[in-house]
């Protein structure tokens, strides 16, 4: 007989939490991630125009259009996007996030990095699993009204831009997210 436990119950929780959210798992792949990835983009470069510039300058943009984040104690996140060079999609990733602390609820977001040097862009490429750490500069805080494309930020070589925050929630960070390279 299996002895259930409070660290079982709360990981099998937050693990059918996430499991029913809507973020892309078993859609048809590619097609599927292309047109959230280009939806995403012309909301954010509508929304926020000096994201363009980001884009024109980076070396490589990772778009990541919907990750879903629950939490019960223990919590996670998890997407799935492209990253483009010169506009054009070159690979699919997922984003995995493992979270442990006071937290309760779910929460949906998207986010973007943009790789500003090809040093950059390179070491996430090469990466077996790529994780996003102190090294990223944020160009968006909270509901976004402060982003811009300053000669200070032009300089960080990842900058991210987490938006479209909706859910119960509070707050959404990249810090600790680990994206590996898939096939749809």
């Known amino acids: 007989m299996t ?29 599927t991630i292309d047109a959230r990835v280009a939806s995403t983009q012309s909301y954010l470069h509508s929304a926020y125009p000096s994201t363009a510039q980001l884009d024109d300058k980076a070396a490589g943009t990772l778009v990541m259009p919907l990750m879903t984040k629950a939490a019960l104690g223990a919590g996670g996140a998890f997407g799935r996007g492209a990253l483009l060079v010169d506009g054009a999609t070159i690979d699919y990733y997922s984003a995995a996030q493992a979270s442990l602390g006071f937290q309760l609820g779910a ?3 998207a986010h973007v990095l943009y790789f500003m040097t090809n040093d950059a862009l390179y070491d996430f490429r090469t990466s077996p699993g790529w994780t996003a750490g102190a090294d990223i500069e944020y160009a ?23 938006f ?9 960070s990249l810090a600790g997210t680990k994206y590996t390279r898939i096939i749809p």
């Open 107 to 109: 929460q949906q977001y």
């Open 140 to 162: 968006l805080n909270d509901r976004g009204a402060n982003l811009s494309a300053s000669t200070v930020t032009q300089l960080s070589p990842v900058i991210g831009v987490v």
């Open 164 to 172: 479209g925050q909706a859910g119960l929630l509070a707050g959404a």
């Open 3 to 31: 002895k259930l436990t409070r660290r079982g119950l709360l990981l099998g929780a937050g693990g059918t939490a996430l499991a029913g959210c809507a973020n892309g798992i078993g859609s048809n792949g590619a097609a």
